[in-house]
């Protein structure tokens, strides 16, 4: 029997979970600090942890296209909350990972919620791991969302990285700390909206230690208002490897965007390459759209809505 949700809780799950939270199979349901809900499936085990708070998820060896589901959800105003999740991945296991986390703050106190997550990935392992951020709320009270993510690959090992901030998340710093070993391959997307005098800022480091590793980081960000975003994703070369870092952003009104893309070869067949780029809507663009009855506004919104997906 699965457990009775409000209704701002199944809201914000709607924007945090775009899979769809249902309670089967893996899934563990984070709400105002403690664990709502939780369940586990034949191939996957969530353990709650004996020292600090948080959980453990072990997902064995015959996991095979399962997902599993780890959503958070903030609605008590003046809250912080922290919590520590590990993540145990077996040797050639393949399993999509879902962990997003939503603010409704309507108070006028911080609401934040800080989640580390560490995953240990095997060899040969394929993970997908999912992550969307949303606020909400009528409250003056900020909220803010600061995920620390750190990612170890084994030998041959694959991790595809998809994050986005969708909107009304007032302040966020994101760090994500990679070390790769022989033949792991990572794909990054991020994608981040700020409005008002919103500020985000992202720090990345891929340490590509193992031969034939390598790495697609792509960033896509659109800064609205008189918002604040920092970008600095750094890729290391420690051995023969190859890396991309591409970062583009759309500036809008008064906004600031700042990319500063880094990369540093240790090995001589460490092969990296970076791009950055920073611009305003293009006008013939928003021309084009006008010409088929939209408003500027409208075509804004078809622009971004393009550029972001």
């Known amino acids: 029997m699965g457990k009775q949700l409000d209704k701002i809780v199944e809201k914000v799950l709607e924007q945090i979970d775009g899979a769809g939270f249902r309670q089967k199979g893996a899934f563990n349901l984070r709400y105002n ?11 996957i085990k969530i353990k709650k942890k004996t020292d600090r708070q948080g959980i453990d998820i072990y997902i064995d060896e015959n996991t095979n296209g399962e997902q599993v589901h780890i959503p958070v959800v903030v609605n008590a105003t003046g809250m912080k909350d922290e919590v520590y999740n590990d993540f145990f991945v077996a040797d050639g296991a393949d399993v999509t990972i879902i ?20 995953f240990h990935v095997g060899k040969g392992a394929n993970v997908r791991y999912e992550e969307k951020h949303y606020g909400e709320g009528e409250g003056t009270g900020a909220r803010v969302l600061n995920p620390v993510t750190k990612i170890i690959l084994d030998k041959g090992a694959v ?8 909107k009304g998340v007032d302040s966020t710093v994101r760090t994500t700390d990679v070390i790769m070993g022989e033949d792991a391959k990572l794909y990054v997307v991020e994608k981040l909206m700020t409005h008002d005098s919103q500020t985000a800022q992202s720090d990345m480091e891929v340490k590509m230690n193992g031969e034939g590793s390598s790495a697609q980081i792509v960033s896509r960000s659109v800064a609205k208002g008189s918002s604040v975003q920092t970008f600095h994703p750094k890729a290391v ?6 890396a991309h870092i591409q970062c583009d952003s759309i500036i809008m009104d008064k906004a600031e965007v700042c990319s500063i893309p880094e990369i540093n070869a240790k090995h001589l067949d460490a092969a990296i390459i970076h791009e950055a780029a920073i611009g305003r809507i293009n006008d013939e663009q928003l021309i084009k759209l006008r010409t088929l ?5 409208e075509a804004e919104g078809v622009i971004i809505e393009n550029f972001l997906e």
């Open 33 to 43: 600090g403690t664990a709502l809900c939780h369940g586990d499936s034949e191939h």
């Open 99 to 118: 962990a997003g986390c939503g603010i409704h703050n309507s108070g006028c106190n911080e609401s934040r919620h800080d989640g580390i997550h560490t």
């Open 159 to 166: 991790f595809t990285l998809d994050t986005a901030q969708i």
């Open 237 to 242: 070369g420690n051995a023969r490897c190859h």
């Open 293 to 297: 009855g939209m408003t500027e506004e």
